[in-house]
């Protein structure tokens, strides 16, 4: 059972322009969501988080919203830049007493930043 | 360099024949996980370690050993390697704290047991 879904394997966005990667998740005691970015042939690494409790952070380009109704976060990319280009994982985690540093991810979502 | 370095890189090597991936952090982190990634899974975690001699199976500890009996040491051991743990291995290390946010992971372990 995927707890943590991405169910768009790829896209592609112009230069410039606005990325929108999202993420679906079912399990309702997740308190903390991540992205994480991935180049070919390296780990990957944390871009940006959120706790439940908040409904949108901010980091430069990167915006991650947060719907706990909806169950549903997603990742904006603002201007979109051919660097971004890269596999990106959502990320979620169950905190409190049960905490125990597990990360549950999604498939990932392979995002092409065309010049 | 803060980092967490991960030996072989690549390895192919055959049914049945015992091997180790080693994993190591430079971060004096508490916390450490090694997970598998596979084509349409996303990664999913097969061990973690909270502390020296503190391990715990996670969601695919199956045909897989680990041991931490150094902090910056976190070795992943097949005993009987099968084709179907033909995968990429991460490793990854965290301080111990309340949110765990930032996992640092290693570069990756590509194995292929034919």
């Known amino acids: 059972d995927q707890q943590v879904k991405q169910n768009s394997p790829s896209l592609s966005v112009q230069e410039g322009r606005i990325s929108i990667l999202n993420c679906d998740y079912t399990n309702s005691m997740f308190d903390y969501f991540l992205w994480y970015k991935k180049y070919p042939a390296e780990g990957p690494t944390f871009l940006i988080s959120i706790s439940s409790i908040k409904d949108k952070n901010e980091d430069g380009r990167f915006t991650v919203f947060l719907n706990k109704s909806a169950k549903h976060l997603s990742l904006h990319i603002v201007p979109s830049q051919p660097g971004d280009s890269a596999v990106y994982f959502c990320a979620a985690r169950t905190g409190g007493s049960s905490n125990t540093g597990k990360l549950i991810f999604g498939q990932g979502t392979t995002l092409q930043v065309k010049p | 360099e803060a980092q967490v370095t991960q030996n072989p890189r690549y390895l192919i090597t055959v049914t049945g024949k015992k091997l180790t991936v080693t994993c190591s952090q430079n971060?004096?982190?508490?916390?450490m996980s090694w997970y598998r990634q596979d084509p349409g899974l996303g990664l999913r975690q097969i061990y973690y370690s909270m502390n020296v001699e503190v391990t715990d199976k996670g969601d695919v500890p199956e045909g897989y050993k680990v041991s931490r009996k150094e902090k910056r040491n976190f070795p992943l051991i097949l005993e009987s390697p099968s084709p179907n743990q033909t995968s990429l291995y991460f490793c990854a290390s965290s301080p111990m704290s309340a949110s765990y946010n930032e996992q640092f992971f290693g570069p990756g372990t590509r194995l292929t047991v034919l």
């Open positions: 971060m004096n982190h508490e916390y």
